[in-house]
């Protein structure tokens, strides 16, 4: 459904993501893990039309992204850090994206209703705490029923309840099928999400298939456990070829 | 692109600077017009405010805008909106109020105390003289992603256009004064849009008879109709320059 093709990124001098070749389908629930700075976020916001790739080629549903903004119909965004404007209250802010992301479909307030947002309405967004902010991101990406959806970092700052709200929420869209990318440092939340795992270490794709068989590969039954498995494999092979 | 517009129109109105803008010119208007009741002198004293004032204001206003919709802009930017629109959506709305706010202010008093062909030019070079710095501090925007940096540089537009340019000008005058210099002047004045819109002005006044054989020069040239038609395509190409040049860059960026 989506294809990265070659994709380079340079900011100035540095590499951000180095020959990235990666497709996704629909249906299927990625997780995209790797140590900080590794270039997730860089991959999706260039998915997002955010960061324009150095080179290379990014496809949805077989057509380039480049220069067409219509595709974004069909994503819902749900950014690491949520920058809003910050004189609106939540309920203007929710009308404004409803305004201009019209669309025939029915809207999904689910998330707006379990956070019980409709109460703080009225609140300014600045004077709202990280994890509120974050809800609000949640809810927004949530919305407009988007066949794709893409959460970086969806979990973070949450307090235990909104993050059981959000999974239980997130397992629900995966059911009816949609494409999920989530990024996160929280294995645990990714084992029970996520179907499939795409590893990035410093701009290079170094690992992507389903969970299962990288738990076959290297014997163990916790996603987190099958990480550091990787990782610790990949690091010999390197000593091993230096 | 017309939600997007109303949505930064609101956002423009409620920071509640384009109100005391509007109040500023209003009240000097109403005071020149207190002052001096012959229109024409007050016409020059209000030509001092606009071809210095007007510059100034809108290129501080139109980059502390930019900066505080950063936010604004990148979350448009992740919904199916286009790029382009989202920047000409930015710089319709600035314009507009910013020109709103200045033919209000100049409007209403010139047309209580009676207007004629000379307000009518005010007006017009001042709204000309809006879009031009507006479309210069969206291409100092988008220049860099620092804010100081960016006023740095729209700062800089302004006083190259008002003071430098000016200066540079003079010294060329004076050091080549032997030459006829007629045509090169004229020429030169047109990479300036304040020096065009202050020749424009001056032209209207009748008081070309004080500059001696250049003004007769100058009002035989901008007085014809060619040369109003050349000098206001110049002074658009003063405004579809940068910003396209500053579109092209937006598009491209990353936030």
Same mark, same amino acid.
């Given at each position: 459904m989506i294809s990265f093709i070659n994709i380079n990124k340079k900011f100035g001098k540095l590499q951000v993501l180095n020959d +990235?070749?990666?497709? +996704?389908?629909?249906? #299927?629930?990625?997780?995209?893990? !790797?140590?900080? !700075?590794? !270039? #997730?976020?860089?991959?999706? #916001?260039?998915?997002l039309g955010l960061v324009v790739p150095t080179s290379g080629e990014i496809l949805f549903d077989d057509k380039s992204i480049f220069n067409d903004w219509k595709y974004r119909e069909k994503i819902g965004y749900m950014p690491q850090i949520g920058r809003y404007p910050e004189n609106i209250s939540i309920g203007q802010l929710i009308d404004m994206m409803k305004n201009i992301r019209s669309h025939n479909d029915k809207v999904d307030e689910e998330l707006i209703d379990a956070f019980k947002l409709y109460k703080i309405y009225d609140k300014k967004m600045h004077s709202l705490s990280g994890g509120t902010r974050q809800k609000v991101s949640a809810a927004l990406a949530f919305l407009f029923n988007a066949p794709v959806l893409i959460l970086d970092e969806p979990t973070a700052g949450l307090d235990p309840l909104a993050v059981e709200i959000l999974k239980e929420k997130i397992i629900s869209e995966k059911t009816k099928g949609k494409l999920l990318l989530i990024t996160s440092h929280v294995l645990n939340d990714l084992d029970e999400l996520t179907t499939d795992v795409v590893y990035i270490f410093e701009g290079k794709l170094q690992y992507n298939n389903t969970i299962e068989a990288l738990k076959d590969e290297t014997n163990e039954k916790r996603l987190g456990k099958a990480i550091a498995t990787l990782i610790k494999q990949k690091e010999l092979m390197d000593s091993i070829t230096e | 692109m017309t939600r997007v517009i109303k949505y930064i129109f609101y956002d423009l109105l409620r920071t509640r600077f384009i109100i005391l803008y509007t109040a500023f010119l209003l009240l000097s208007t109403f005071a020149m017009f207190q002052i001096d009741s012959d229109s024409g002198k007050v016409v020059l004293s209000l030509l001092n405010v606009v071809l210095m004032v007007v510059p100034l204001i809108s290129v501080v206003f139109t980059t502390i805008h930019f900066f505080n919709s950063y936010e604004f802009i990148e979350l448009m930017l992740a919904q199916p909106v286009n790029r382009k629109s989202i920047f000409l959506s930015e710089y319709i709305s600035v314009a507009v109020s910013l020109c709103g706010a200045y033919v209000i202010g100049i409007g209403v008093p010139a047309l209580l105390f009676g207007a004629d062909a000379t307000i009518i030019t005010l007006l017009f070079t001042g709204i000309i003289l809006t879009l031009v710095f507006v479309s210069l501090a969206f291409l100092s925007s988008v220049l860099t992603r620092d804010k100081a940096k960016a006023i740095g540089i729209a700062l800089l537009f302004w006083f190259y256009f008002s003071l430098i340019y000016d200066g540079l000008l003079l010294w060329v005058v004076y050091s080549f004064s032997d030459y006829p210099l007629d045509k090169i002047t004229l020429t030169l004045i047109a990479f300036n849009p304040v020096d065009l819109a202050r020749i424009i002005m001056l032209l209207q006044l009748d008081i070309s008879a004080l500059m001696g054989y250049t003004g007769a020069f100058y009002k035989e040239f901008f007085g014809s109709n060619l040369g109003a038609i050349l000098s206001f395509s110049i002074l658009m190409i003063w405004v579809i320059l940068p910003l396209s040049i500053a579109m092209r860059i937006f598009s491209r960026k990353d936030l």
């Open positions: +990235v070749n990666l497709d +996704v389908f629909a249906s #299927k629930s990625y997780a995209l893990i !790797g140590p900080n !700075g590794s !270039g #997730k976020t860089t991959l999706i #916001k260039s998915l | -």
